[in-house]
């Protein structure tokens, strides 16, 4: 049998973790769960690995990649904005449908401080992500299309709420099947009433 590469095997520990992180919670992921999983014995975790918040800081530098190209799709002048910001949150819930236990490595408790650096990088990406919503709404104001009396804050809130009641309903049912196909219908309804009476989106 062919060895697997280096990159290969972090790749395949990566996921085996993100794997265990839905199933078990992030902070009862341990090596040893990780090693089984993958039918390997713990030191060659190390060997790719040394610390288990190397594990973590990878999986960090993977889950931001992602959600930084999400909002540079806000940033792109292709599109319109509105069509921008549907992109922008569609994208995002492709992403956690990917990686179902991103919400719950955000919100999880961790006695251990395992995986407060990785935690605080994503959450610097998300709040990166919100500002883009809301310059792509401070857009639809200055172009007269967002509704009267909505703040371009406000409605960036309400897009990222529609994101957590997703998630939280996520989290509750374990099941990720809603995530796309029902985020496309309340985000085209959500859009629909932000746009300024009379005016075409």
Known sequence: MKRKTTSNRKAEILSATLELAFEVGPDHVTTGRIAKRLGLSQPAIYKHFPKKQDIWSA???TICKRIYQNAEIGKTFDRSPSDRLRHMVMSHLHLVTEYP??????VTRDPTGRLTETRQRILAAMFGFR???IACCEELRTAGQLRDGLRPEDSATLLVGL???LVLRLILTRDTSHLVEEGER???LQLSLFEREGCES
Do not use: F, H, K, V
């Open 59 to 61: 999986i960090g530098d």
């Open 101 to 106: 236990a991103l919400p719950e490595i955000m």
């Open 131 to 133: 500002d883009t919503l």
């Open 163 to 165: 994101i957590q009641s």
């Open 186 to 188: 309340l985000l085209n």
